[in-house]
Nanobody
């Protein structure tokens, strides 16, 4: 059975930082590209970042580029999202998602094979 389990999010002050993790099981993690997608209250989903199966290529939405870093550990079957310089507009439920490795890599809010359950990140003073 496939599982993608995100770490607990939380409440962070503007300018603060938070690292999300997503632990995968039930599939060959090293053969899958991984992504993060978020959904803010009252808004549609937004693609945030993707990393290819080997970890050598990363992609970011313009809204987070320079502040967020995606990485993965193919031994621990885990993908991470380091979020720095957080802004109130980063408040959202963050989902990790997996797609079988392909070219071009998926940089979208749909088309993934597996999804996590989501974790709430709130940026507020």
């Amino acid at each position: 059975e496939v599982h993608l389990v995100e770490s607990e999010g939380g409440l962070v002050q503007p300018g603060g930082f938070l690292r999300l993790s997503c632990a995968a099981s039930g599939f060959t993690f090293g053969s899958f590209d991984m992504s993060w997608v978020r959904q803010a209250p009252g808004k549609g989903p937004e693609w945030v970042s993707s990393i290819n199966s080997g970890g050598g290529a990363t992609y970011y939405a313009g809204s987070v580029k320079g502040r967020f870093t995606i990485s993965r550990d193919n031994v621990k079957n885990t993908v991470y999202l380091q979020m720095n310089s957080l802004k109130p507009e980063d408040t959202a439920v963050y989902y990790c998602a997996a797609s079988r490795s392909r070219m071009p890599i998926i940089k979208a809010t749909s088309g993934y094979d597996y999804w996590g359950q989501g974790t709430q990140v709130t940026v507020s003073s």
